[in-house]
């Protein structure tokens, strides 16, 4: 059962929406933007409360980013917001608006800098002041959808100096107080194995590999513990490790350089984590299964990844 903020918006993302991930932070500030990015910097209004943040995957039901920021409008004024902005990707000004906002990784969120839809809005209670904004963008396969919320810790006061512009650099949610509250951070992200038990496979988001090669950076990844435990107290369940890249060179180079590191996950489950080598099988298919636009650098690196595909059981 996951945290949540009391009286925080429920969307209604339909039958095909699965929640990814959520953090709660208690007693703490949200950085609303009011405006898109213009002159270095991002116009908005800060306010004091118990923030939390969650991110969707909309895997059937999803038409459009467009249809489903303005479902999330309605729904949000039938619940008595009003709408302080709202914008597409162009509009708010591309990469330099959205690297601004505080966007979970991969693969709690996925953002196509060429097709997102992002809105804002704010309503007054009784305790206070409610802010809420919401990012919804799309992989080639499914919606996403992360929002952001702001509710009222007993009476919540909105910061002195309502109005402010995010300066080069810093991201909304990112103001000095919320740095220096670390510990009061809860965070519970969806494990690796439930996300692959669910879904059926699941991108090993955490994985770095040196540019052009198939050798990672470090040994020790969340990721890989967690397939390892699940794999562990699973012993008739295989997986398959998929490795895929961009669309940078030739079709064949990729291919094999999508196999290689596939073999080295594998290979570091087996030396580094004991897993049983007949439980996991390694494939490559370079660029033919992109999850975003190859047309950005953020979409290059979505597609550059590893992902455990869950097999049928080793049982009868």
Known sequence: MFPSVSGAFEPQLGSGAQLLAVESVSKNVLSIPTGPYSQDSIPSISLRGDLQRRSWRVSSGFTNTTDTAAALISQLE????????????????????????????????????????????????????????????????????????????????????????????????????????????????????????????????????????????????????????????????????VGHTDTEGVLSSNVNLSQRRAVSVLELLVDEYGVKRSQVEAHGVGYLAPVSSNQTEEGRQSNRRVEAILLASNKG
């Not at 996925?110 to 809420?132: K, N």
């Open 78 to 241: 039938a619940e008595g917001f009003d709408v302080v902005f709202s914008c597409d990707s162009v509009a708010c000004g591309g990469f330099d608006f959205r690297f601004r906002l505080d966007i979970f990784l991969p693969p709690n969120m996925f953002v196509d800098l060429s097709d997102y839809y992002f809105l804002s809005a704010q309503r007054e209670t009784p305790e206070g002041s409610e802010g809420i904004w919401a990012l919804v963008s799309r992989t080639v396969q499914a919606g996403m959808v992360q929002i952001n919320t702001v509710a009222p810790t007993g009476v919540s006061e909105e910061l002195v100096g309502k109005e402010k512009a995010l300066p080069s650099g810093a991201r909304a949610d990112q103001t000095p107080e919320a740095s220096s509250a670390t510990n009061s951070k809860k965070i519970e992200n969806v494990s690796t194995s439930a996300i692959l038990r669910s879904q059926g496979h699941i991108a090993l988001s955490d994985l770095v590999f040196a540019t052009g090669s198939s050798t990672l950076t470090q040994k020790t990844f969340v990721s890989l513990q967690d397939l390892s435990d699940f794999l562990t107290n699973h012993p008739d369940q295989r997986i398959a490790l």
